[in-house]
């Protein structure tokens, strides 16, 4: 396991992701309340759940192409040198993300918006955490990220997770 200055890299990826959460919240209460209405998190169609299969087929390659680069994205820098601050930075934007996301679904729907984002990021959220958590788990390790193995199961969850994504969640969220 990596130290910096006696502080291990799992303190400093939890210290990462909570000060994310905070400065997300603390920006979000400084944002004005109708800009967070505009920023809203699903378009019309998404929300309505009203696509036939080949909008369903069109979105689902959407969103696979975009988890594929975000995922690539995170193995490529897992590999370089600069993994360990590359990963506690983009930790501290997750956190701002989810600190905003939960903002926004609280002002839309009250004390409803935390049950609503649980059903907005559960189940694929799970997907997509495992590759995260695996990558993490890689910079952390120093582990060789150069198995076809690992890649193959890190694909597969991508896979998994934006077919969760697409067809599933749309399911899960219209009965919220």
Known sequence: MKRFRGISFRDL????????????????????????????????????????????????????????????????L?????AVPGYLILSFGAGVAVALIITVFTLEKGWMGLGYWLASVLPHGLCYGAVWMILTVAVKESQNLKKFRVWILIGVLVAGGSILEVWINPWVIKFM
Request: hydrophobic share 50%; proline share 1%; net charge neutral.
């Open 13 to 76: 990826w939890i210290m990462a992701v909570m000060g994310g959460v905070l400065a997300g919240t603390i920006w979000a209460n400084l944002l004005s309340g109708e800009l967070l209405r505009q920023i809203g998190y699903f378009d019309g169609i998404y929300m309505a759940g009203e696509m036939d299969r080949t909008q369903q087929r069109q979105l689902w390659l959407y969103v696979l192409k975009q988890r594929v680069c975000e995922a690539g994205f995170g193995g490529l």
């Open 78 to 82: 897992a590999m370089t040198p600069i």
